[in-house]
């Protein structure tokens, strides 16, 4: 098969005929048909992400949808010419996405929503999941609850926008003063990242804060995170790095946690949980109630450098997929 094979750290892409893969137990044989591209796959390029434990040369991409070519012993959930998609593999020594084949735990894999395409459906997994894992598994959003969204612009906090809404949230996101239009398109309030936390606070929740705060952002907007949350509330954070002062949050008796969503790729852990997380996100895409957005540039295996540069410009209007198979 055909692969995009990274040999070296900021290096080119080279096109390379590699042995397909054969499905071991519990695994499956997809035939790729595209590649959702992630801030994270232009990191570990990059090599600035020894966490996700990839060693060159390697063939990256984390997102994919296909078609299930053939299944291993234990995979017969699935079956030839099943439409899936999942967040499979590019981190932990793993085969990515940016190939022809990959064979992939089953329990990743989840239905293709039959409104999608499969450029769309490759755009969801990586950032659904951690929406999800933020704002229902370690959350427990509830219905009626006031959510705020940091980077609501984002991949991430895009999904969180639309999935805190179908969940009965009155959702608020920050992002520039340009990316007000976006968010106000997912039926969430835009907040200007420009203005102190503390009059967001005063202007929409009568100086209480938030019942739950979403920071996909980290750094600084994760310390006002701890400012904007109400008394007992709770802050999660998908980019929880660096040093953070606490007291805002303990004087508030608020609660803090963590998304790591690779972990269940690098540990083995929790893999059938991503797999239903998809499933919940295919419902979800079939009822109108969440809506991937996609940049119109098209990139096919051979110009995944083009697809990165235009990732790390940041002039991206949607998810930007790279086209492995017509």
Known sequence: MQAAVLETENGPFHLRQVRRPVPGPGQVL?????????????????????????????????????????????????????????????VGGIQGSLAEYAAVDADLLARKPVNLTMREAASLPLAFITAWEGLVDRARIQRGQRV???????????????????????????????????????????????????????????????????????????????????????VVSALGWGTHRLAPLSFRAASYSGVFTLLPLLTGEGRAHHGKILHEATRLVEEGKLVPSLDPRRFCLDHVADAHAALTSRDASGKLVVDIAA
């Open 30 to 90: 997809v035939r790729i048909a595209a590649s959702g591209v992630n801030p994270l796959d232009a990191k570990i390029r990059a090599g600035t992400t020894p966490h996700a434990g990839h060693r060159l040369p390697a063939i990256l991409g984390i997102d994919l949808a296909g078609t299930v070519e053939a299944a291993g012993q234990g995979a017969a959930a699935w079956k030839p010419g099943d439409e899936v998609y999942g967040m499979t593999g590019g």
């Open 148 to 234: 705020l969204v940091q980077g609501g612009a984002g991949g991430v906090g895009q999904m969180a926008i639309q999935l805190a809404r179908a969940m009965g949230a009155q959702v608020f996101a920050t992002g520039s003063a340009g990316q007000a239009a976006r968010i106000e398109r997912l039926d969430a309030v835009a907040l200007d990242r420009a203005v102190p936390m503390a009059d967001h606070v005063a202007a929409h929740t009568g100086g209480q804060g938030f019942d739950l705060v979403y920071d996909t952002v980290g750094g600084p907007a994760l310390d006002a995170a701890f400012e904007a949350v109400r008394r007992f509330g709770h």
